[in-house]
């Protein structure tokens, strides 16, 4: 066997930039040192060793300040839950979808069925992976556009124009006509045999291409593909309705017949939402990309003809301002942050000041919110739903009540609050109606979109 000790490194190229060093002991030994001699340091470790940093970090006066009331304030339903499986978006869509259905309806706690739209999204996902797979077939395996398309395959996440265009397609269900199954509920394994079969695809498609095979040999081929992911996918969360008797008891126990549906009638007939009516707000911090231009992000989409995914980057204050203009008009708002830092779970609060992780280490953690979407610390990871805001004396936003998807049993009940200055550093994206927007943003969405890399953290999906 030959073991190897030093692996080669690229040569500075400033005279200036030091040559790497190994370390040694005495240098850890001087660590050490300085370490036991710190108090605080040792007071640190010996709190950190018996429990978790999050309860050692956690600014407890902020707990209290941040108060759970709302001047204005949308839900009186039960939140949602998606399980072990990364839904969040379809939930998100879906739970604002319903607030016209629960109404239409007069049933407090309609669920639409998530299943439904990811079966949807996992079929017209692959056929699109596949496109790109033949469309791409003159690149290498590790180029970086393929190697990325490879490895990202089948997550379960997505972003707001996708699901527009699932829902334009294909429609939606009661959850009871397509319940939850074990695999919709913990999609890991079922991802994983996705995986494997449109990877192998993949392959099968660009050696077909490779070897001349025309375009009615490679869509026979991609049909055989999109066959085997149908019939996976089916076993998995089971067969989508295509044609339904509806009907119902309201909260009153009034009974209700309404006849035979498609999913993409009934959608039509208990919401009045017209998605087509929406633009997606974001806040991309990096100055290239300039306040007041629309955005897009190459091969990122799931139904090929769909809506294309697109986002006008506009300031911060005016995401807050049209969300909060949007609650007090008595309509959820779809959006979505990076969820993780400066939250705690169990409590259910967002604040940017929660944890002074800084200050338990002794160490400086301050990054700005470009820093963070530049270095790979931060992009949105999560997508939720907001059902109410408190707004000051003068207008202002101060906290935001959140209907999340992770079940009943954290927070008010799987409400969370988000303190207002958390908005600011970790929120990505709100869906809001085009109308809303002042008169030269919405000129704006008519310019050709800036085209960002697949792999920038703008694609990112909830």
Same mark, same amino acid.
């Given at each position: 066997?030959?073991?190897?000790?030093?692996?080669?490194?690229?040569?500075?190229?400033?005279?200036?930039?030091?040559?790497?060093?190994?370390?040694?002991?005495?240098?850890?030994?001087?660590?050490?040192?300085?370490?036991?001699?710190?108090?605080?340091?040792?007071?640190?470790?010996?709190?950190?060793?018996?429990?978790?940093?999050?309860?050692?970090?956690?600014?407890?006066?902020?707990?209290?300040?941040?108060?759970?009331?709302?001047?204005?304030?949308?839900?009186?339903?039960?939140?949602?839950?998606?399980?072990?499986?990364?839904?969040?978006?379809?939930?998100?869509?879906?739970?604002?979808?319903?607030?016209?259905?629960?109404?239409?309806?007069?049933?407090?706690?309609?669920?639409?069925?998530?299943?439904?739209?990811?079966?949807?999204?996992?079929?017209?996902?692959?056929?699109?992976?596949?496109?790109?797979?033949?469309?791409?077939?003159?690149?290498?395996?590790?180029?970086?556009?393929?190697?990325?398309?490879?490895?990202?395959?089948?997550?379960?996440?997505?972003?707001?124009?996708?699901?527009?265009?699932?829902?334009?397609?294909?429609?939606?269900?009661?959850?009871?006509?397509?319940?939850?199954?074990?695999?919709?509920?913990?999609?890991?394994?079922?991802?994983?045999?996705?995986?494997?079969?449109?990877?192998?695809?993949?392959?099968?498609?660009?050696? $077909?291409? %490779? =070897? !001349?095979?025309?375009? +009615?040999? /490679?869509?026979?081929?991609?049909?055989?593909?999109?066959? #085997?992911?149908?019939?996976?996918?089916?076993?998995?969360?089971?067969?989508?309705?295509?044609?339904?008797?509806?009907?119902?008891?309201?909260?009153?126990?009034?009974?209700?017949?309404?006849?035979?549906?498609?999913?993409?009638?009934?959608?039509?007939?208990?919401?009045?939402?017209?998605?087509?009516?929406?633009?997606?707000?974001?806040?991309?911090?990096?100055?290239?990309?300039?306040?007041?231009?629309?955005?897009?992000?190459?091969?990122?989409?799931?139904?090929?003809?769909?809506?294309?995914?697109?986002?006008?980057?506009?300031?911060?204050?005016?995401?807050?301002?049209?969300?909060?203009?949007?609650?007090?008009?008595?309509?959820?708002?779809?959006?979505?942050?990076?969820?993780?830092?400066?939250? $705690?779970? %169990? =409590? !259910?609060?967002?604040? +940017?000041? /929660?944890?002074?992780?800084?200050?338990?280490?002794?160490? #400086?953690?301050?990054?700005?919110?470009?820093?963070?979407?530049?270095?790979?610390?931060?992009?949105?990871?999560?997508?939720?739903?907001?059902?109410?805001?408190?707004?000051?004396?003068?207008?202002?936003?101060?906290?935001?009540?959140?209907?999340?998807?992770?079940?009943?049993?954290?927070?008010?009940?799987?409400?969370?609050?988000?303190?207002?200055?958390?908005?600011?550093?970790?929120?990505?994206?709100?869906?809001?109606?085009?109308?809303?927007?002042?008169?030269?943003?919405?000129?704006?969405?008519?310019?050709?979109?800036?085209?960002?890399?697949?792999?920038?953290?703008?694609?990112?999906?909830?």
């Amino acid at each position: 066997m030959t073991v190897v000790t030093d692996i080669p490194h690229a040569p500075a190229t400033d005279p200036a930039t030091p040559e790497r060093t190994q370390l040694d002991a005495e240098q850890v030994a001087r660590w050490r040192a300085q370490f036991l001699a710190d108090p605080a340091a040792v007071r640190a470790m010996n709190a950190v060793t018996r429990t978790t940093i999050d309860e050692v970090a956690l600014n407890r006066q902020r707990v209290v300040e941040v108060r759970r009331s709302m001047s204005h304030r949308l839900d009186d339903w039960e939140a949602t839950n998606q399980q072990k499986s990364g839904r969040c978006w379809l939930f998100a869509a879906l739970n604002l979808l319903r607030s016209d259905a629960r109404r239409i309806l007069h049933v407090k706690n309609f669920e639409f069925s998530q299943n439904h739209a990811m079966y949807w999204d996992k079929i017209e996902r692959a056929n699109y992976f596949l496109g790109d797979m033949i469309d791409l077939a003159g690149l290498a395996p590790d180029d970086r556009l393929v190697a990325f398309l490879l490895d990202q395959l089948m997550g379960d996440g997505g972003q707001w124009n996708m699901e527009v265009s699932i829902f334009a397609r294909h429609g939606a269900v009661p959850k009871e006509l397509m319940p939850e199954t074990e695999s919709s509920s913990n999609t890991a394994r079922m991802n994983a045999a996705l995986r494997t079969l449109l990877r192998r695809g993949g392959r099968t498609l660009r050696d $077909a291409v %490779a =070897d !001349g095979h025309d375009a +009615a040999e /490679l869509a026979q081929l991609k049909d055989r593909i999109l066959a #085997d992911t149908h019939r996976i996918l089916t076993i998995h969360l089971g067969v989508p309705p295509t044609e339904f008797e509806w009907q119902w008891n309201d909260d009153d126990n009034a009974f209700h017949r309404a006849g035979t549906f498609t999913p993409q009638s009934f959608l039509a007939e208990y919401t009045e939402i017209d998605l087509a009516d929406y633009v997606c707000l974001v806040d991309d911090p990096r100055p290239e990309h300039p306040k007041g231009a629309t955005l897009t992000v190459a091969h990122l989409g799931n139904v090929v003809g769909g809506d294309p995914v697109r986002y006008l980057n506009v300031d911060i204050d005016l995401m807050k301002q049209i969300a909060a203009q949007t609650i007090v008009a008595g309509e959820p708002v779809w959006f979505g942050c990076d969820v993780g830092p400066q939250m $705690a779970r %169990a =409590d !259910g609060l967002w604040s +940017a000041d /929660l944890f002074d992780y800084a200050g338990v280490y002794g160490v #400086d953690l301050a990054t700005t919110k470009e820093q963070r979407v530049r270095y790979g610390e931060s992009a949105m990871t999560h997508a939720m739903l907001f059902t109410g805001v408190d707004l000051d004396a003068d207008g202002a936003p101060r906290r935001w009540r959140v209907e999340n998807s992770w079940g009943t049993d954290k927070a008010d009940k799987g409400f969370y609050t988000m303190d207002d200055s958390w908005f600011d550093e970790y929120m990505f994206e709100v869906v809001v109606r085009k109308d809303r927007l002042p008169a030269e943003l919405r000129t704006a969405l008519e310019a050709e979109p800036l085209v960002l890399d697949a792999w920038d953290p703008m694609g990112a999906l909830a």
